[in-house]
């Protein structure tokens, strides 16, 4: 089976920066397309951003120009780095992988267990 492990949330003030980690763990063969997602209290769950295996990324309009996504291929990682953080990035982000485990013929979506996110002063 396949593991998303997320870390680097916590609590930050209005303007402050947090880097978040997954990693992903298994009888992993490939993956491809990595994400980050957000779900704050009352709120549908949303995508921040995602990339491809071949570093392509798109960023919802919020977040643009304030959050970078990157992966390293060789850990399975995916990071988000957010700067100038806002309250209103408060929430849980989960880490979002497709996932193609060994022996088998289709890629499968995986999700991490979410780490809170809170930006207050």
């Known amino acids: 089976q396949v593991q998303l492990v997320e870390s680097g949330g916590g609590l930050v003030q209005p303007g402050g920066s947090l880097r978040l980690s997954c990693a992903a763990s298994?009888?992993?063969?490939?993956?491809?397309?990595m994400g980050w997602y957000r779900k704050a209290p009352g709120n549908e769950r949303e995508l921040v951003a995602t990339?491809?295996?071949?570093?392509?990324?798109n960023y919802v309009d919020s977040v643009k120009g304030r959050f970078t996504i990157s992966r390293d291929n060789a850990k399975n990682t995916v990071y988000l780095q957010m700067n100038n953080l806002k309250p209103e990035d408060t929430a849980v982000y989960y880490c979002?992988?497709?996932?193609?485990?060994?022996?088998?013929?289709?890629?499968?979506?995986?999700w991490g267990q979410g780490t809170q996110v809170t930006v207050s002063s």
């Open positions: 990339i491809t295996s071949g570093g392509s990324t």
């Open positions: 979002n992988a497709w996932v193609k485990v060994a022996m088998a013929l289709q890629y499968y979506n995986y």
């Open positions: 298994g009888s992993i063969f490939s993956i491809s397309a």
